[in-house]
């Protein structure tokens, strides 16, 4: 009988072991959920703070890169500028010879005529040309009227004389062209 009797307590001992390791297991579960859930925030938090970083690189590349293109254009603009006020403080010079030329006598012409070719070379090699005008139309974004004469035989417009020459680097103007327009 003592078997009889102990085989019960052994199943309600078993139940209860049972019901202990599913108790375990249901908190080992709810555990794991937690850690899980815990995790999964943390990698959604890490995830948006690599997203604002990579945004915030983005951002300071394209920051640096508009400031190194607009340093490079304001280079470009105060070496154009420098560039065409030094061309500026020669062109007196050059007028000066203009002036020479019309009132000196035949040796000295052929020695400023010289001489007026190669800065007009030089001028040419850096890029700076004469404005053209005697006898072109009248166009205010290169030219200068300072006179005005009243001539049938010519154009409306139409330059008649170059007071002062003007000269331009490509499409820049370094100095307008003093003209009388007829007409």
């Known amino acids: 009988m003592s078997e009889e009797i102990k085989t019960p307590e052994t199943e309600a001992e078993a139940e209860v072991k049972e019901t202990k390791k599913e108790t ?31 945004d915030s690189r983005l ?13 490079q254009k304001e280079r470009e603009m105060i070496y154009n500028d420098a560039f065409s006020d030094a061309v500026s403080g020669i062109l007196p010079v050059i007028d000066n010879l203009d002036y020479a030329l019309q009132f000196g006598s035949e040796e000295e012409k ?20 004469e404005i053209e005008s005697l006898g072109k139309t009248f166009d205010p974004n290169l030219h200068n009227a300072v006179m005005h004469v009243e001539d049938e035989t010519k154009g409306e417009g139409e330059i008649v004389q170059v007071l002062q020459k003007g000269y331009k680097i490509g499409e820049k103007v370094i100095r307008f062209a003093m003209v009388s327009v007829a007409n």
């Open 110 to 129: 052929k020695g400023i005529e010289m001489i007026i070719k190669n800065a007009n070379e030089a001028l040419a090699k850096m890029g700076v040309a």
């Open 59 to 71: 951002r300071l590349a394209a920051e640096y890169d508009n400031y190194r293109r607009r340093t």
């Open 24 to 54: 375990k297991s249901k908190k080992e579960q709810r555990k794991q959920e937690a850690e899980i859930k815990a995790l999964t925030e943390k990698t959604a938090e890490l995830e948006k703070k690599l997203a604002e970083s990579e």
